[in-house]
Every structure is written in C-alpha cells, then in structure tokens.
C-alpha cells in the first residue's frame, strides 16, 4: 500500500515583530516528530531548484548524450 503524505497549508495573516513571528515558527516546528523534521527538511531540499532567482545558466558547448 502505497501513503502520500499532502502538505495544505492555510493562509492566515498576523502582524508580530520579527522576534514573535520567529518564536512561533520555532514552536510549530518543535511539535513536530523527529521524522516529520526530516521529511520536511528534505521536501525543501527537493524544491530548492524552485525559487527564483537572478542567477543565470551558462550555456555550454559541451556534447550532451541522451541516454
């Protein structure tokens, strides 16, 4: 059997000081399972590649070999 794990998060807004907004975030994370750390920690690795940035690729005329 196979399990998907769905993140849905709820748009809420509140207006805290850095210094509150940072605690809370700390918080939701230590209630958190050792595992559900992780998982999330490489959810965010994985979509990295997403964020945009300014950077730009260089383009290369090195031979690419599809396999």
Sequence with gaps: MTTFIIYISIM????????????????????????????????LVSRINEFPTKATKKKSDNLIIPE
């Excluded at 907004?21 to 750390?37: G, P, T, V």
């Design 12 to 43: 809420q807004i509140s207006f805290n000081t850095k210094e509150e907004s940072n605690k809370i975030q700390e918080d939701a994370f230590l209630k958190l399972s050792k595992e559900e750390r992780v998982r999330r920690f490489f959810y």
